[in-house]
């Protein structure tokens, strides 16, 4: 019987020219193309704002997911723009990320994670403890409290 070698998931701020280029392609694939959107920008300036951190998950050498963690007053963030390669969903990578996104955001000591979730992620955040705030929007914005 063949066995699949662990994974080893990461979460990795986006710093070198590989990292950029996997950020924008995965977002803009997942998120746009697939969607059938256009306009997406590759060098939109809230990218690459102090207080914005463009993360990419990785499993092993291959980029898997992508999202921003912005971090706001009172000691709260933003999370953005998540993205999980198509071909990867469903398959708990979404569930890591998540995790290891809410462990840096703690870090760095953010006490109430927000994000304005696509209508078709509502169950995917809600069963991670995501609480709806605001649900009339075309996103509703969700909201978690972080121990």
Known sequence: MLQREATVLKLVRVSSQPDWEAYHQIRRHVLFDLRGL???DDHHPDDRKPEHIPLVFTDGAEFVGALRLDLTANKNGVVRTVAIVAERQRQGIGRAMMTAVET???AQEV???ETYAAPDAVGFYSKLGWEIVDAHRPNPLMAKLLK
């Open 104 to 106: 840096l955001a703690m």
């Open 38 to 40: 256009s306009g997406y």
């Open 111 to 113: 006490v109430r994670l």
